[in-house]
């Protein structure tokens, strides 16, 4: 059991930043891969960035790939998504979760087995 703890979202003007965290605690947590996620009203939720615990690896969403940075800190098990020039595009629920994907489908909902309790992101115009 991997349990996942948001802080971090918020209001915002466009072209401002933000910064999520996501803590890990649990069995073993540090052999899952973590993503982030968002789901904006009425739509699907998707990929926004991934990253290893244990290797350099990650991943970015075109949408925001420039603008948005993950990163974790493994003294504190912690990932964090640093957004910035936010656009109201970005306005959603965001979600941080764990999982083990294989590469074809590390940014696939289905493939991860943990979700943290969300938090809001609006980005006003």
């Known amino acids: 059991q991997v349990r996942l703890v948001q802080s971090g979202g918020g209001l915002v003007q466009a072209g401002g930043s933000l910064r999520l965290s996501c803590a890990a605690s649990?069995?073993?947590?540090?052999?899952?891969?973590i993503g982030w996620f968002h789901q904006a009203p009425g739509k699907e939720r998707e990929f926004v960035a991934g990253?290893?615990?244990?290797?350099?690896?990650?991943d970015y969403a075109d949408s925001v790939k420039g603008r948005f940075t993950i990163s974790r800190d493994n003294a504190k098990n912690t990932v964090y998504l640093q957004m910035d020039n936010l656009k109201p595009e970005d306005t959603a629920v965001y979600y941080c979760?764990?999982?083990?994907?294989?590469?074809?489908?590390?940014?696939?909902?289905?493939?991860?087995?943990?979700w943290g309790q969300g938090t809001q992101v609006t980005v006003s115009s």
């Open positions: 990253i290893m615990w244990s290797s350099p690896y990650t």
């Open positions: 649990g069995r073993a947590f540090n052999n899952y891969y």
């Open positions: 979760a764990a999982g083990r994907p294989g590469y074809s489908s590390r940014r696939a909902v289905d493939s991860f087995d943990y």
